[in-house]
């Protein structure tokens, strides 16, 4: 296949990007590359593929991300990471992007022109403040799974510290006992995420609520105790 010469950042084989897109998307790439030193490039395909034809084309090396559209597979985006990126953007980094900008439902929705360009924003993002372990930003329907856990955290902390006889305000022995099950729930699942990947408090504020609320509702809520118990 004859690409173009000289070579360009952005090779829109399938058509999924404007003329004004495609040139805007050039200038941020080499813009990129000449404040950090990394080289991020863009191939979109369907019909036409150059294959490893874009190795040589681009010149791509150790601090080289190529990264591919294609909405032939279940998932739009694939990416050919150097060695040398990998240290500062994980596996599980390229996992979660892949997952967060490519799968068919957020194409659905937003389409593909935004999947690539979102995903070139939060790379760039990335390589200037020098890594990334996580995708930054909270999206909706992750923050309501974070939400979710964070009261299901409360409801689990709630349930342990219900008294057990009339003279107890809050058993911390149970609670304490079965903090691993709860403090993975609201810290590791509920808060986790949020602190990550934003640095935003009203996510962080609701999850904290939310796990309180769950807390308390199962702990004031009144559980009919066994019939031998109130003979």
Known sequence: MELPQPPVPVLDLADQLTSNQEAQLAEHLNRLEEETGWKLRVLTQFDQTPGR???????????SVLM?????????????????VREILPRTFWIELQSRFGNQFYVREHGTQRAIL????????CFHQGGCRVVPGLPQEQWILTLLTSILGGIV?????????AEELFNWRWAL????????????????????RTQDWL??????????AGALVIYLAPIAQPAAEQQ
């Open 53 to 63: 034809q874009v190795k040589e084309y681009w010149g791509l090396n150790e601090r």
């Open 68 to 84: 591919v559209a294609d909405p032939r597979g279940g998932n739009l985006l694939a990416f050919n990471v150097g060695d040398a």
């Open 118 to 125: 979102e995903t070139v924003d939060v790379l760039d993002r």
């Open 157 to 165: 902390f709630g349930f342990a510290g219900k008294p057990r006889h």
């Open 177 to 196: 006992l079965i903090s691993p099950l709860w403090f993975i729930l609201f810290g590791a699942f509920g808060i986790g995420p949020v602190i990550t």
């Open 203 to 212: 996510p962080l504020v609701r999850n904290i609520l939310g796990f309180l």
